[in-house]
Each structure stands twice: as C-alpha cells, then as structure tokens.
C-alpha cells in the first residue's frame, strides 16, 4: 500500500466535500454547476482509487461531460444568470430542520459503521477491468439492460414532447 | 478505506437532502438530485470492492437513469417556465386550494 495512494484518496474525498459544500452554498446556477463538475470529477478520482477506473471514466464523460452541459444550457436557455431575484434560499427555520435532518442522515450512516467493515487494501487497479463488468451486464442482468435502453427511448420521446408543445396562453 | 469511502458518501447525500429542503430554484434543485444519485455510487463502488463487480454494473444503470431524469426533468421545467415564467417552486401553488 502507498502512501501516496493513500494521500490521494483523502485529498479527492475532501475535495468532494468541500466542493459539495460551496455548490450548495451558491446562490447563481452557472457557478453552482461548475462546482457540481468539481464533485463528480473528484468522486471520479475516488473511483480509481477504488479499483473502478472504467467507471471512473465514465463518470467524467457522462455526468461531467453531458448531464452537466444539458443543466448549464438549460439555464442559459431560460436566462437565469440574474442573481439577486435567485436568492431563493427558504426561511431560517427550513433552513435549520434542513440542518438537523441532514447531520441525522450524516450520523445515521456513522452509526452503522460502528460495527466495523472488513478493510481492503489499496490495491493496484488490475489490467483487466471491462470485461468483468461487460459479462455481468450482459449475462446477469441482460433484461435490465434492454429495459434500460426502452427507458432511454421514452425519456427523449418525452423530453422532445414535453419541451416542443406550445403553450395556449 | 471503504469505511471512509461510505462516510463520504453519507456527508455528499446529507448535503445533497440539506440543498433539496433549502433551496427553491428547481434547476438548483434538480442538481442536488444528481449530487444525491452521486453519492449512493461511491457507496456502491466502495461495496463492489468487498463483493465483486455487480456494483459496477449497478452504477452504470444508475448513471442512465440519471440522463433519463435530467433530460425529462429539464424538460417539465422548461414548459413550467413557459407557463409561469420562472422556475420558482414558491410560485408553483395552482394547486393549493
């Protein structure tokens, strides 16, 4: 195990964190977004860190690369980059059970691990990671992957409905 | 090493569950949806490590369920402000009696 690994590993987790903290703390989309792209590139160092690089590629590519520029362009497309009529933060009192449900989830999750996982090791990534994951998708849970692909289908049949019917004002 | 991975998986969805209960803007929000579906996969790529490769394949249906949702959610709030004129949930009570 190296200790650079290892160094590695905290650094990209703290990094989600703290970019996780300054998205949510944003009061404008645009830079909200951008700190968004932080996390999920950070959570995509974890991945390597944790013997998943095809997923971690996948990650940067997907949400990083296209989930996240549909979201930038739909703010741009409705013209949102105003801030001021976006504070749009609720009442103190929301804010404070939002608080205090969120440090319970947080805790609960601590609680279970009281009982300790097994640890692994840092383990170096082995050469061959995508045909693993090709032979549990296509064997294992081939169904779910064509449904996936029908869900897909209906998500831009809808999508393109949704957002091209005109509205009879 | 997956204990700490879980933990920050726990922090990323609490702050992701603290942006959906304090936030109004559904753009914003729609986000901390994907912060949320972010981090149950780190706890699902942390687990992979004990139990093998399906968490993998759990993650990647995951990510194409997150694309679904994306496109159609952008797309409900793309007609919503059509309809209203701003994506404000505040401004959403048509149907509040």
């Not at chain 1, 739909?74 to 009442?91: F, K, P």
């Not at chain 1, 994951?133 to 209906?154: C, G, H, K, N, R």
């Not at chain 2, 797309?75 to 919503?80: D, E, G, N, P, S």
């Amino acid at each position: 195990m190296s200790s650079l690994v290892r160094f590695e590993f905290y650094f990209f987790g703290l990094l989600a964190i703290a970019s996780a903290l300054c998205f949510v703390t944003r009061k404008n989309p645009v830079p909200a977004a951008l700190w968004l792209v932080n996390v999920m590139f950070s959570l995509s160092g974890l991945y390597v860190m944790l013997d998943a690089p095809f997923v971690a590629v996948i990650q940067v590519l997907v949400y990083a690369g296209a989930i996240m520029v549909v979201f930038v362009f739909v703010v741009m497309l409705l013209n949102l980059g105003r801030a001021g009529e976006l504070a749009d933060v609720r009442s103190a009192a929301s804010r404070l059970g939002a608080g205090a449900i969120g440090i319970g989830l947080a805790a609960s999750v601590l609680v279970v691990l009281r009982d300790k996982l097994p640890d692994t090791e840092f383990a170096a990534a082995s050469d061959n990671v995508v045909t693993p994951i090709a032979s549990a998708l296509f064997t294992d849970y081939l169904v779910a992957f064509e449904v996936t692909s029908l869900v897909l289908l209906v998500a831009v049949v809808g999508a393109v409905v949704l957002a091209k019917r005109r509205v009879s004002a | 090493m997956i204990n700490d991975a879980i933990i920050i998986s726990a922090v990323l969805f609490a702050i992701g569950v603290v942006g959906v209960l304090t936030r109004r803007n559904a753009i914003i929000l729609f986000m901390c949806v994907e912060l949320m579906l972010n981090a149950v996969n780190l706890s699902f790529i942390a687990f992979s490590k004990l139990h093998g490769v399906t968490g993998q394949v759990f993650v990647i249906m995951v990510m194409t369920i997150a694309a679904a949702e994306a496109a159609l959610g952008l797309a409900i709030v793309i007609a919503v402000f059509r309809h209203v004129g701003s994506v404000d949930l505040a401004e959403l009570k048509l149907l509040r009696g």
